[in-house]
């Protein structure tokens, strides 16, 4: 990877800032694990890595799982903007994460549910309708109790 193309990466991950503020950026190091960084700052990292690979399949793991909602919304948009042209492969358990997907397969210990495009699976009641409902009513509740 150039560095154009690591700094490129650093600011569409929102990173760039957090690299900056590095005493020596050539002489700094990673903890095991990369226990200096945050959950959703190694995210955002490992998703900085892949950006100039311009690969045709993402696979993401549970990748929202541990970060908070303002990481959440900047993971979400880059691979929304950097990673239209691929196939998004994204195991999840957040509303949010999965939503706007093109297509989503509900599993069940293991067992194929329901595969089909999200609004289609929120018009009859599916086992995706449940918790997707259940986040916008709980999303609605907090948006009334701030007003």
């Known amino acids: 990877m150039s560095w154009l193309e690591f700094n490129k990466a650093l600011e569409k991950c929102q990173l760039k800032e957090t690299i900056s503020c590095l005493p020596n950026l050539l002489d700094s190091s990673g903890d095991d694990e990369g226990e200096n960084w945050s959950v959703g700052q190694r995210q955002l990292f490992c998703l900085g890595r892949v950006l100039p690979k311009r690969n045709r399949i993402l696979v ?49 210990y293991g067992k194929l549910i329901e595969y089909d495009e999200p609004s289609k699976l929120m018009e009859r009641d599916s086992s995706f309708y449940k918790p997707v409902s259940e986040y916008w009513s709980n999303c609605n509740k907090n948006v009334l109790q701030k007003d």
């Open 60 to 108: 993401l793991d549970e990748a929202t799982a541990s970060i908070d909602s303002a990481t959440d919304a900047i993971l979400q948009r880059v691979i929304r903007e950097e990673f239209s042209e691929c196939t998004v492969i994204t195991v999840a358990h957040r509303v949010p994460t999965v939503i706007d997907s093109d297509m989503v397969m509900v599993l069940s």
